[in-house]
């Protein structure tokens, strides 16, 4: 079985400011982890994805996280939030028959 | 390739009426799914199709909602008789290895 959990349903940064989003997994497989983000009445887009190659994974439009095995985490972090950040973001654990499981996502507010 | 493609964008339909979704996945995309995302419930996964076979349709609310995948190129998911609390966003999302690829979505309104 798998799951994810995101610790924060809200958060809310100033412009500029570093942002942090939480998310927990667990899996009886070795995982391949994903984040991605939906703006209001849009799709979803993948921002990034972990599929066990390097730990710390960069994604588009300057998000990065970092798989950690120990703590079963996969923060998405930001080191300056834009306006345009502004959106739901959703961690996704994937095992290996594909099936996807969602995080209940995470709503950033972004304050000028 | 022009990604997921879902159709129509918007329905608006009348309690009782039949509707039906459309899929195009990613050409060569052998995974298929169709999500459904509301505000109180979030993203549920409905189906799941592995080379047009359904591997997992646990999802599927109750028997007024089917799902079809006659080839590789295209998915339905229809709903029989429809009802106001079937209201939602539904995404199919298309995945050819680990990663999934989401259509914009149908806005389906029920009243």
């Known amino acids: 079985a798998q799951s994810v959990t995101q610790l924060d349903s809200h958060v809310s940064v100033s412009e500029g400011t570093p942002v942090l989003l939480r998310c927990n997994y667990s899996s009886s497989y070795s995982p391949s982890l994903f984040w991605y983000v939906q703006h209001p009445n849009k799709g979803l887009q993948l921002l990034l994805k972990y599929t066990s190659a390097a730990t710390l994974v960069k994604g588009i439009n300057g998000f990065e996280a970092e798989f950690k095995k120990s703590e079963t985490s996969f923060h998405l972090t930001k080191p300056s939030a834009h306006m345009s950040d502004a959106a739901e973001y959703f961690c996704v654990v994937s095992t290996n028959d594909y099936k996807l499981s969602f995080g209940a996502g995470t709503t950033v507010t972004v304050r000028a | 390739d022009a990604g997921v493609i879902q159709s129509p964008r918007h329905e608006v339909t009348e309690m009782g009426q039949e509707v039906t979704l459309r899929c195009k996945p990613i050409?060569?995309?052998?995974?298929l799914f169709w999500y459904r995302q509301t505000m109180m419930r979030g993203l549920e996964l409905l189906i799941y199709f592995n080379n047009n076979v359904p591997i997992d349709d646990s999802g599927m609310p109750e028997d007024r909602f089917s799902a079809k995948m006659p080839n590789a190129s295209f998915s339905t998911l229809k709903i029989q008789p429809s009802e106001p609390r079937d209201s939602a966003v539904y995404f199919c999302?298309?995945?050819?290895?680990?990663?999934?690829?989401f259509g914009q979505g149908t806005r389906l309104t029920v009243v």
């Open positions: 999302a298309s995945s050819a290895a680990s990663e999934a690829f």
């Open positions: 050409s060569g995309h052998n995974s």
